[in-house]
């Protein structure tokens, strides 16, 4: 697919999905693209340009991650399940939108957690807490 068809596109469906996209984003010229690295998907950084869209105030709502997804490497049905209790209880992105094809979530600036983070009891307690939380998260259970 060439790259402005993809483009295209992706302004469809965020258009089409994100409330506050579809009163105040007008064209392409609005926002830039960025390709990023994913090993299932097709992941791109959507972000509207500096000086545009001025409505739209919440940095969450400015930056948003698509997600095509390309290969069916997991049970979509289990990780939609996953994907949406972690948006509801606050543990993961946000969740836009979810079809079969595609997914629009919220865009985190992150980094991998530095050897010397690993080892810091703070966080791996509070890691692990999460994760048992989550396995045993009812709302979770009941979804998958």
């Not at 836009?96 to 991998?112: M, S, T, V, W």
């Not at 692990?128 to 998958?144: L, T």
Request: hydrophobic share 35%; net charge negative; proline share 3%.
């Amino acid at each position: 697919m060439d790259i402005h068809r993809e483009q295209t596109i992706i302004f469809d469906r965020m258009v089409e999905n994100i409330e506050l996209w579809k009163l105040h984003v007008k064209s392409l010229d609005d926002f830039t693209i960025k390709r990023l690295s994913g090993l299932s998907n097709a992941c791109f950084r959507v972000q509207i340009k500096e000086g545009h869209c001025l409505e739209i105030e919440d940095p969450q709502t400015r930056t948003i991650l698509y997600r095509r997804f390309e290969l069916d490497l997991t049970d979509k049905r289990i990780e939609q399940a996953i994907f949406l209790t972690k948006s509801e209880d606050g543990t993961g992105p946000k969740l836009h939108h979810q079809a079969k094809e595609y997914r629009i979530e919220g865009f985190f600036h992150g980094r991998p957690l530095t050897i010397w983070e690993l080892g810091n009891p703070i966080v791996y307690k509070a890691y692990a807490n999460m994760i048992c939380d989550f396995n045993f998260s009812e709302v979770a259970q009941e979804r998958i």
